[in-house]
Each structure stands twice: as structure tokens, then as C-alpha cells.
């Protein structure tokens, strides 16, 4: 009897065991929108109901530092590869590569150029490749050829397409035969009125109102669809805005000749290619030549940027203080608002909300950064997580009981800065897929 007993209790031993390799964890949809340039503080400068009914039914951080520079292509790829700028290789939004010989501006097709994409894996790829299905409503990249795949939905860039129109799509994707398990919503404002106005401005109030209808909207359209509840909706933009003034604006020409450099992005920092043989006279001329503005040489950039290993950074950069501008001259555009400016800047901080059944309820976080929200999406989407800068355990606190346990392969390296060359990244990320596959 004895025998008998320990023999059936071996093999229901053994099936448990089983059974419980072989289950997996409830699949967690996760949608994640961007308001661009909408700063920290917004949420209380005009009464804003619907940003503050997902705080008070889920969790709040009030610091979220971004990266260097604080502008928007640059940020939202560290959103969805949890790299600084100078790992995963969208540097600026204008910017030229000494190795490929490429530039790459928003004003001109070479965006969807593949190379300038490529020194990153970003989290639809990823998602992808683990079985699931993504879908991406104009969110900066999405629309690019990026390691042979596009996300499995995505919609062209058009920013005359209609955040109604936007969120339909989204929609569609979460409830049909085949459903994405995420979801991306990209939307330009706060950030095109912030320039024209400036933040200070008394009418950016209706501005940050319409926003907030906006997102009462898509609460409206995610219970309409029974999703609202089975979601995890975080909310979060790429950077804040500080006011500026055509009083502070400083001119290159006046104190350098055109003829020594090109220009490669500016204000507020402005990145700056000397000519053949003119490295030393650019960077004498330019070193002292304004109180508002610091001149570094690549090797000298501070580390706490994580913003000079990489060969689209140029050999000269200059910075300008807060709510200054440079420019060649006065010619240029020149805009009330702006950002770009140092990340550690109060004004440059963006916004991060969250909600659904893997977050807690009213729970409000003091600080986190913007390289810790990749890791907390593939602990969400219980997917491998490529090499990155950013830490899960940073913002684990912001998970309720019900949310995913973290499997062995979602805790994945976190990297120094500089420390991902193009081929060591695809090396990397070439292991991580086959953990990923051989555990899921």
C-alpha cells in the first residue's frame, strides 16, 4: 500500500510539474500613447479630469527624467528600446553619419533610410518575433523598415490623419480575429502649440484641455469596446518645453565663418562639423564666445549624458542654458517654445500615467526614468528584453499582485553607456530571441 501510495503520488508530482511548465501567464494587453512635448506640470495648470481619473485608478510618477538631447525622435526610440541616444543611434533629429556618409532630417525621406535605425531592436520587432502582433498608430519609427519587419498594423505618418481616426485603428487592432497584444498611439500635441506659443503662454490652457478631452475620448472608446479593463494603457510623452525669447538667441556668425563647419542640427544644441583642417579654429572661436552657451569636444561631453559614443555625434557640440537659443543668424526660424536643452532640466520632464490590471490604484511614484519603461513593457508583454539602460526593479512597485511575474529571460543586462556596438547589439539580441524561445 505504502509503495502503491508513494508510486501515485510520484506521478501526480509529475504531471503538476508538467502542467505547470507548460501553462502561461494570462497574455497582458498593454497600450502606450504619447502626447508630445506634454510637460510634467500640465496636469495642473488647467483642470485636467480625465489625466487625474487614471491617476486616482492608477499610478502616477512625478519625475520621469528623459534623455539627452530632449528632443522627440531620440526620445521615443529610448521608449521602445530602453537605450540612450548614443547605444541605440537616433541621436537628434537632424543629424549626420561620418561612417555611412548619410544624413538623416525630419523635413526629408531619409528617415525611413534603415540604416539609421538599426543599432536598435524596438519593442514590436521583439514582440513579434516572440508570436504576438503589434500595432502602431504614427508613433516615430513605426513606419520604417527596421531589421526587415514593420509592425504587424501600422498606419503611414500623416499628422493630418485625426486622433479619432487614430484611435479607431487601435481599436480595430485589439478586437479583431487576430488581436495585437500592443499597441502604440502617437499624438503632436502639446508639442506643435508649445513651440508657437511658448508654455508660458496663457492660451497653451485650452491647449492642454483639448488634450485632456482627447484622452477622456480614449477612455470613452476603450469601454465602449470592453477593453478598458483588460488593458494596461500607460501614458507618457518624449519631453517637456521652456518659454523662450528672440532676446536670447545666439548667432554663430558672429563669432565663426561659415566656411570652417557645417551645421548639422542647432538650438539648443547645436551640433557642429569643422571643415578639413579647422577643428582648432572652430573650437577657440566658439569655446568663450558666449556666457549662455557651453562648447564641449565630443571626447569632452559629460558622462552623464551618455551622449558621445557614437559616430553620428559631432566632433563639436554646443549647449545653450535654458530658454536660450542658437541659431547661424537671426534668419533662421525661431520658435517661443522649445526643448532640447540639458535632461536634468525640471521644464524638460514629460509626464508617465498608467492603468489596468497589472497596475496598482492610486499609487503615485516620486521619480523613474525614461529608459525604465522598455523593461516594464516586456515584463508586461512576458517577452524577452533586449540589452538596455533602463532597470524593471526601478518601477516594479508601480505593478499590482495581479500582474505578470517576470520570467528568467525578461531580466536581461543592463548596459554602461556606449557599450553597444552594431554588431555586438545583433549578437546580443540574437541570444536573447533564443532564450526567449527556448523558456516561452
Sequence with gaps: ??????????????????????????????????????????LYRVPTPHFHYVMKNGVHVKQVTNIFITKTYPNHYTLVTGLFAENHGIVANDMFDSILNKSFSLDTMNIYDSEFWEEATPIWITNQRAGHTSGAAMW????????????????????SVSFEDRVAKIIEWFTSKEPINLGLLYWEDPDDMGHTLGPDSPL????ISDIDNKLGYLIQMLKKAKLWNTLNLIITSDHGMTQCSEERVIELDQYLDKDHYV???????????PKEGKFDDVY?????????MTVYKKEEIPERWHYKYNSRIQPIIAVADEGWY???NKSDDFMLGNH????????MHPIFLAHGPAFRKNFTREAMNSTDLYPLLCHLLNIPAMPHNGSLGNVQDLLSSAAPRALP???????????????EYEQEESYAYFVGVSLG
Design 1 to 42: 500500500m505504502t509503495s502503491k501510495f508513494i508510486w501515485v503520488a510520484f506521478i501526480l508530482a509529475t504531471l503538476t510539474l508538467s502542467i505547470t511548465f507548460s501553462l502561461q501567464p494570462d497574455e497582458q494587453k498593454v497600450l502606450l500613447v504619447s502626447f508630445d512635448g506634454f510637460r510634467w506640470d500640465y
Design 140 to 159: 516615430p519609427g513605426t513606419d520604417v523598415k527596421i531589421h526587415q519587419s514593420f509592425p504587424t498594423h501600422y498606419m503611414l505618418y500623416n499628422e
Design 204 to 207: 497653451m490652457g485650452p491647449v
Design 263 to 273: 551645421l548639422i542640427d542647432q538650438s539648443p544644441v547645436a551640433a557642429i562639423l
Design 284 to 292: 577657440e572661436a566658439l569655446a568663450h564666445a558666449h556666457p549662455n
Design 326 to 328: 542658437i541659431l547661424q
Design 340 to 347: 532640447g536643452y540639458d535632461n536634468m532640466l525640471a521644464e
Design 409 to 423: 529571460y525578461t531580466q536581461s543586462t543592463t548596459l554602461l553607456h556606449g557599450s553597444v556596438k552594431p554588431g
